[in-house]
């Protein structure tokens, strides 16, 4: 079955160190996102990449960094710059590099603790 | 920039109830898109509109692209124990490449 699959599900970290979150999908889109979600909040867009070796940052892409080296892989960095990184994040491809025109597919998210 | 303001931000119904949530803005949206998250997972695409007045419906849901564009309207009818969830609207951002903005969501929680 196709999918997006995100790993690990629950994330514990101390604060100060670095952790990166695993986002890898199989149904052949090109563009991928990160989103950050927090209680009582809608999703907000951290980065996002249209096409393989390119990405721009999102509404609150600073303390976070990716890479696309891959067309089926964007690992998200939350570094210690981040001020407040306890969230769950969740990410997701669709099919249109102009993104929001096509739906967007999510993976089941992964949810950071940093202590 | 763009936003999207969901109403109410969460409902507590029994079940059998029929449940009606919007979504506004200030800025005019060409799509309007309605996604139902369950707890501890990813959202889940429900109803995609694209033409301003159209009516769409997905079994027990309907949703509305309202004829202003700048309002998208979502029903439930005869609400069931698996309804729960947050249920977001999101549209795209035109002056943003087209990325997705969401709503809060709104928040539903059925009882038996």
């Known amino acids: 079955d196709g999918g997006i699959t995100q790993s690990p599900k629950y994330l514990f970290r101390k604060e100060g160190q670095n952790v990166t979150l695993s986002c890898e999908q199989n149904?052949?889109?090109?563009?991928m996102y990160w989103y950050r979600q927090d209680p009582g909040q809608g999703l907000r867009l951290i980065y996002y990449?249209?096409?393989?070796?390119?990405?721009q940052k999102g509404d609150i892409a600073e303390g976070y960094s990716v890479s696309r080296e891959k067309k089926e892989s964007f690992p998200l960095t939350v570094t210690s710059a981040q001020k407040n990184p306890t969230a769950f994040y969740l990410c997701?491809?669709?099919?249109?590099?102009?993104?929001?025109?096509?739906?967007?597919?999510f993976g089941n998210g992964t949810r950071l603790t940093v202590t | 920039g763009q936003q999207l303001n969901q109403s109410p931000q969460s409902m507590f119904i029994q079940e059998g109830e029929d449940v009606s949530m919007n979504c506004t803005s200030s800025?005019?949206?060409?799509?309007w898109l309605w996604y139902k998250q369950d707890p501890g997972e990813g959202p889940v695409l429900l109803i995609a509109?694209?033409?301003?007045?159209e009516l769409t419906s997905n079994g027990r849901l309907t949703a509305q692209f309202g004829i202003t564009r700048k309002d998208s309207f979502l029903n439930i009818s005869a609400s069931i124990p698996s309804d729960v969830g947050i249920y977001f609207c999101?549209?795209?951002?035109?002056?943003?490449?087209?990325?997705?903005?969401f709503g809060q969501g709104t928040e539903l929680s059925v009882k038996p």
């Open positions: 997701a491809s669709s099919t249109d590099r102009l993104g929001g025109y096509s739906p967007l597919h």
């Open positions: 800025s005019i949206f060409n799509t």
């Open positions: 509109l694209y033409k301003a007045g």
């Open positions: 999101a549209g795209p951002q035109y002056n943003q490449g087209g990325k997705l903005i």
């Open positions: 149904l052949n889109h090109d563009a």
């Open positions: 990449s249209q096409i393989v070796n390119d990405f």
